[in-house]
């Protein structure tokens, strides 16, 4: 195929590619439907939910400090690591720590802390234990504690 038919199909191909891109400015009316092209994202009801603000709910305002008094100038060079260290003092934990267990030895000795033994067994007429030592009594005082001047 050499010569006049050759043209003929070129100048055909070049009129149809022509007459494509010619007409595809005029495809306003042309309308996908369906959930295929909704998958997609082509379809009309696809690009008018894209074209949609999204609502989302009021946001609230800032809240300030009820007394802002209290809260240093920015720029100031205070800090309130003085009062942060205070809060993680390994010291005043083991103080505490200390106090507490003090307290619940002195609960377990007088019977506080052994209710279920006296529920469940009415007529033991045992001593008061406590897990963290020996309970403190008039004898065990005078005889146990002669020589330890921890306590005053």
């Not at 802002?68 to 800090?79: F, K, N, T």
Request: proline letters at 8%; a positive charge; hydrophobic letters at 35%.
């Amino acid at each position: 195929m050499t010569g006049r038919p050759m043209r003929i199909v070129h100048l055909a191909t070049t009129a149809a590619l022509a007459g494509t891109l010619f007409l595809g400015g005029c495809s306003d009316g042309l309308e996908v439907n369906g959930k295929v092209f909704d998958w997609l994202g082509v379809s009309t009801s696809a690009v008018e939910q894209a074209k949609r603000e999204p609502q989302v709910a009021a946001r609230t305002p800032l809240v300030l400090p009820p007394n802002s008094a209290r809260l240093p100038e920015p720029g100031s060079g205070q800090d309130g690591s003085a009062s942060l260290a205070s809060l993680a003092d390994p010291e005043a934990k083991k103080a505490a720590a200390a106090k507490e267990r003090e307290r619940l030895h002195l609960a377990y000795c007088r019977g506080e802390m052994q209710w279920k033994d006296r529920v469940y067994k009415p007529g033991d007429t045992g001593a008061n234990r406590s897990p963290y030592g020996p309970c403190p009594s008039l004898v065990g005082d005078m005889t146990g504690n002669l020589n330890n001047t921890d306590k005053q």
